[in-house]
């Protein structure tokens, strides 16, 4: 069974850092990926980034491309997104991490940031963005 977990959530300062850790097991190959998605209240949820376990490939939403850089160790098995240059009210949110079974860039670049193609889902840790 697949299991996420999320951490490191918090409230920070517009202009500051948060590093997010989503820790994944179940898995019994690479052939997934791991994306970020982020709710603010009265809001859609929305997709931010995402990585392939098999290639170790990278996709960004516009709203984060250049501040926010998503990794994983695989040997922890554990994403991170690490979140620079925070911005008030727009980053503050829920975050949460998913797990969609496509490994492929070619499925992901049609797939990263749609919530309706994720499986597994942990339980979200809130951002909060202070002025």
């Known amino acids: 069974e697949v299991h996420l977990v999320e951490s490191g959530g918090g409230l920070v300062q517009a202009g500051g850092s948060l590093r997010l850790s989503c820790e994944v097991s179940g898995f019994t190959s690479d052939d997934y990926a791991i994306g970020w998605f982020r709710q603010a209240p009265g809001k859609e949820r929305e997709g931010v980034s995402c990585?392939?376990?098999?290639?170790?490939?990278?996709?960004y939403s516009d709203s984060v491309k250049g501040r926010f850089a998503i990794s994983s160790d695989k040997a922890k098995n554990t994403v991170y997104l690490q979140m620079n240059t925070l911005r008030e009210p727009e980053d503050t949110a829920v975050y949460y991490c998913?797990?969609?079974?496509?490994?492929?860039?070619?499925?992901?670049?049609?797939?990263?940031?749609?919530?309706?193609?994720?499986?597994?889902w942990g339980q979200g840790t809130q951002v909060t963005v202070s002025s």
């Open positions: 998913a797990a969609i079974r496509k490994g492929d860039p070619d499925a992901l670049r049609r797939m990263a940031f749609w919530d309706i193609f994720y499986d597994y």
């Open positions: 990585i392939s376990f098999r290639d170790d490939s990278t996709y």
